[in-house]
């Protein structure tokens, strides 16, 4: 018996060269095949200080400042009228493991949903929106003063008004891409420079394909992550599948593969939300069924009379319960673990509040019924 290491026979002195070779060459298929696992738990807590909000909202804002986790704005239909609602309250909680203490600590100029967040460290960016009114162009900054108050800031409108796209911040720039622009259906990025006060927002390559309305997009390094989104026109109607990443840098954008079920069934991101675990880890969660979605956009309704589109049960509408993870640096989607029937939601905020631990934050269960849950997600 000889006394070599278990592991000699890896060493490329002690191998044959085909078989380093092709060990190396598996390393990074076997880091995508393995199964991502997600510890997911209930948070106690929701804000309420606005008639209505304790009912749960989609499409806020949401990011921490320090401790604090905060939250802004939201819509929902809180009583039987079928009219929306829209809110502008600000509110804080300090993290705490099972509840969190929610207190108003400021409004914004106005109602407003649909916007995005970018988290700056000591601050949020607050970007477009839309209320009953109108589509925004504003970009609010929140601060909180030493008592914890918000201090809310103007900073540079963007050119154009911005609803349901998405935001992220890389490379001293934050970025804003697609969704309904000027109140069309876009696929245009702009960027603001963080590192002059007297920066105006400019224009970027725009992705390539159609538009893409309620897409998601994360940062990583120095490129944006970007996947789904739809473009309703009429029989011309598209629900997106795949992704794409934006080289800062280069100024240029390169095909991503689309997110698949355990089943190897493509799915849409259109509706969901995406953190960072900051380590090249990209978690996205939620989203809408892309048959059943394309089918009302559209105006067909095959699948179901309109009349009876909002009347459906939850399970129905089939939103996305399987919980996805990106490694930005291999590029590849690693292998889907079992869905959670509590992840199956759109219009939800995902918000990173300490290393792989993430909080996923109200949304849709259905359209037009919200939820005040808030679940931990700790991703191992």
């Known amino acids: 018996m000889n006394n070599l290491h278990p592991y000699t026979w890896l060493h490329p002195k002690s191998a044959p060269m085909w078989l380093v070779a092709l060990l190396v060459g ?48 939201g819509c929902n239909f809180p009583d039987n009228s079928g009219v929306k609602h829209y809110y502008k309250g600000i509110y804080a909680a300090c993290w705490q493991a099972d509840t969190l203490q929610w207190r108003c600590i400021g409004t914004l100029p106005e109602p407003v949903a649909y916007g995005a967040t970018v988290d700056m460290g000591d ?22 003063d030493p008592r914890g108050n918000a201090i809310v800031m103007r900073l540079p409108s963007l050119p154009v008004t911005v609803d349901n796209g998405a935001a992220a911040y890389a490379k001293g720039h934050v970025f804003v891409f697609g969704g309904n622009q000027n109140g069309k259906p876009s696929k245009a990025l702009w960027s603001l420079s963080c590192s002059r006060p007297t920066s105006q927002w400019k224009s970027r390559k725009a992705m390539p394909g159609n538009p893409r309305v309620q897409p998601v997009c994360v940062a990583h390094g120095q490129r944006l992550f970007a996947w789904g989104g739809f473009y309703a026109k009429g029989a011309k109607s598209k629900v997106a599948t795949d992704g ?16 698949r079920d355990a089943a190897g069934e493509s799915l849409t991101l259109s509706g969901a939300t995406g953190a960072t675990n900051g380590a090249g880890l990209l978690l996205c969660l939620g989203g809408v069924n892309k048959t059943i979605f394309a089918d ?16 459906q049960p939850v399970a129905w509408y089939r939103f996305n319960a399987t919980p996805l993870v990106f490694n930005a640096k291999t590029l590849r989607w690693l292998k889907p673990t079992t869905p959670d029937a509590r992840l ?37």
Not at 350 to 360: C, D, K, R, T, V
Request: glycine letters at 10%.
């Open 26 to 73: 598996l390393l990074p298929w076997y880091a995508t095949m393995a199964q991502n696992h997600l510890r997911v738990s209930e948070i106690g807590g929701f804000p309420q200080s606005e008639a209505g909000y304790a009912m749960g909202v989609s499409a806020c804002f949401a990011g921490t400042i320090g401790n604090h986790i905060i939250m802004a704005g």
């Open 123 to 144: 601050s949020l960016l607050l970007i477009g929106g839309n209320n009953q009114e109108h589509s925004l162009r504003q970009v609010v900054s929140v601060k909180l």
């Open 244 to 259: 794409y990443a934006y080289d800062v840098k280069r100024n240029r954008w390169a095909q991503l593969a689309e997110p």
């Open 296 to 311: 009302a956009i559209s105006g067909k309704y095959q699948l179901v009379d309109q009349a009876d589109y909002l009347k």
């Open 344 to 380: 199956a939601r759109a219009g939800a905020l995902l918000i990173g509040i300490a290393a792989n631990q993430f909080l996923y934050i109200g949304g849709e269960l259905k359209p037009g019924v919200r939820t005040p849950q808030i679940l931990r997600i700790e991703l191992e």
